[in-house]
C-alpha cells in the first residue's frame, strides 16, 4: 500500500525557523496536507497544497511540495513554543506519517 | 466555530468487552470517518460513512468493528469483543465533502484501553 515517511523528532528555539520534512509514495496525489495534534487534542488541519504547485504560504506556514521527488516540507517561521506539538503528514487518501514531535524551547 | 466532539474522553474495558465510542459531528456534514492510532504509531483510516452505509473500509475494519447513525446527530463505532491490540485513540471525522482533508473536522479522540 501507500506510505508516508516523516522525521520523528524535531528540537528548535523559540524564534528560529523549523522544517518538518515528509515523503510519500502515492504519485497520484491531488492534495497533500500537514496537520496539527496538540497534547490531548484531535487533530486540526494546518494546511494543504495542491499537486499542482510547488509552494504555498500561509501567514508563517510555507509547503514546499517537490513532486518529483515525492518531498512535501512544512516551514514553521519564528517558531513559537504553541507551535509545539506533533505534525502529521497525509496524503490524498488519507494515510498519514507517524507524525514529527516539535518541541519549541524557550 | 462548530466542532467535533467525543465521548467519552478515555475508555477502560476488559477485553472481550463491548465498547461504544460516540461521535457528534459537525450538524451539516454529511459523511463520517474513524481513525486509530495506536500510540506511537500512525493515524490509521478505519472506515467512511455516507447516507446510512459505509462507503469505503479498511482491512483492519473487520466484522468485530460496526458503525451506525443511531439518530440525526451521533455517530457510533462499536467494538463487538475487545481484544489487546483494540488500544489505541480512536478519532471521528465529519466532512460535508467527500475525499478531501480540507473539509474533514476531527473530533478530540476516544482513548481505550483494553485491559
Known amino acids: 500500500g501507500e506510505d508516508v515517511e516523516q522525521s520523528l523528532f524535531l528540537s528548535v528555539r523559540e524564534g528560529d525557523s523549523s522544517v518538518i520534512n515528509c515523503t510519500y509514495t502515492?504519485?497520484?496525489?491531488?492534495?497533500l496536507y500537514w496537520y496539527k495534534q496538540e497534547p490531548g487534542a484531535g487533530l486540526q488541519l494546518l494546511t494543504y497544497?495542491?499537486?499542482?504547485?510547488d509552494m504555498k504560504q500561509d501567514q508563517r506556514l510555507t509547503v514546499l511540495l517537490n513532486k518529483k521527488d515525492k518531498h512535501l516540507s512544512l516551514r514553521i517561521a519564528d517558531t513559537q513554543t504553541g507551535d509545539s506539538a506533533i505534525y502529521f503528514c497525509?496524503?490524498?487518501?488519507?494515510?498519514f506519517g507517524k507524525g514529527t514531535m516539535l518541541l519549541v524551547s524557550p | 466555530e462548530p466542532e467535533v466532539t467525543q465521548t467519552p474522553s478515555h475508555q477502560v474495558t476488559q477485553m472481550g468487552q463491548e465498547v461504544i465510542l460516540r461521535c457528534v459531528p459537525i450538524?451539516?456534514?454529511?459523511?463520517f470517518y474513524w481513525y486509530r492510532q495506536i500510540l506511537g504509531q500512525k493515524v490509521e483510516f478505519l472506515v467512511s460513512?455516507?447516507?446510512?452505509?459505509?462507503?469505503?473500509k479498511s482491512e483492519i475494519f473487520d466484522d468485530q468493528f460496526s458503525v451506525e447513525r443511531p439518530d440525526g446527530s451521533n455517530f457510533t463505532l462499536k467494538i463487538r469483543s475487545t481484544k489487546l491490540e483494540d488500544s489505541a485513540m480512536y478519532f471521528c471525522?465529519?466532512?460535508?465533502?467527500?475525499?478531501?482533508?480540507?473539509?474533514?473536522?476531527f473530533g478530540p479522540g476516544t482513548r481505550l484501553t483494553v485491559l
Open positions: 497544497i495542491f499537486s499542482n504547485m
Open positions: 460513512f455516507y447516507n446510512n452505509e459505509i462507503s469505503e
Open positions: 497525509a496524503d490524498s487518501t488519507l494515510t
Open positions: 471525522a465529519s466532512s460535508s465533502r467527500p475525499g478531501q482533508g480540507d473539509t474533514q473536522y
Open positions: 502515492d504519485s497520484s496525489s491531488t492534495y
Open positions: 450538524s451539516n456534514h454529511l459523511y
